[in-house]
């Protein structure tokens, strides 16, 4: 069965402080692995894909086929980082996405 | 470009009845999903459409269903509501190809009494 599991549903951090939020996938597949933000007050949004291997705010994020993981990772946080992250998964062009529970992201001044 | 807009943003409704939310996508997407987000189970896949036909469907009893229209507009219904329906449910929007780069609507939160 496809699943994404995010074991934290609260992360709290001192601004410039590292962060990494985990997620852990299950698919028999080749996933593609995406993570989405949702800033308060704003729409849930693309924050990066796995594919793309690409830093956006300072965000990066690494597919470990081994360990089935795609943490994300920022080395300082800021408190404009602050938001709900949501890890998702697709496969097999199934045009859907699995989504984690979600992980709140609190940076503290 | 305006984003995905949903309408209605709020709606309460009795157990039994039926309902209708709507979906415009952004403007030259002919992709449209639908997600039910509840704070027990998350975001979930109810459905996607492309060019008026569904490529995929999620795990929801029938009593949920959509369709979309030649201008990619998409509506969703829920019959017979319960009260475990209560939701918001989120459409997104996207070129066509899946690329997993969806852009959501705000949202069109249900609460079944």
């Known amino acids: 069965a496809q699943r994404v599991t995010q074991p934290e549903k609260l992360l709290s951090v001192f601004k410039g402080a590292p962060v990494e939020l985990k997620c852990n996938y299950s698919?028999?597949?080749?996933?593609?692995l995406f993570w989405y933000v949702q800033y308060s007050r704003q729409r849930l949004q693309l924050l990066l894909r796995?594919?793309s291997r690409e830093s956006i705010k300072g965000f990066t994020a690494d597919l470990n086929k081994g360990e089935t993981s795609f943490h994300l990772k920022k080395p300082f946080a800021q408190e404009e980082d602050s938001a709900m992250y949501y890890c998702?998964?697709?496969?097999?062009?199934?045009?859907?996405?699995?989504f984690g529970s979600g992980t709140r992201l609190l940076v503290r001044p | 470009k305006a984003g995905v807009t949903q309408t209605p943003r709020y709606l309460i409704k009795t157990r039994g009845q039926q309902v209708t939310l709507s979906c415009s996508p952004i403007?030259?997407?002919?992709?449209v999903s639908w997600y039910q987000q509840t704070p027990g189970q998350g975001l979930q896949f109810l459905f996607e459409?492309?060019?008026?036909?569904?490529?995929n469907k999620g795990n929801f009893p029938g009593r949920f269903s959509g369709r979309q229209f030649s201008n990619s507009r998409s509506e969703m219904n829920v019959s017979t509501l319960e009260l475990g329906d209560s939701a918001l449910y989120l459409c997104?929007?996207?070129?066509?190809?899946?690329?997993?780069?969806?852009?959501f609507g705000e949202g069109s939160r249900l609460t079944v009494l």
């Open positions: 997104a929007s996207s070129l066509g190809g899946f690329t997993g780069e969806l852009f």
């Open positions: 698919y028999s597949g080749s996933p593609e």
């Open positions: 796995h594919i």
């Open positions: 998702a998964l697709s496969g097999d062009s199934s045009y859907k996405l699995i």
């Open positions: 403007s030259g997407h002919r992709s």
């Open positions: 459409y492309f060019s008026e036909t569904q490529r």
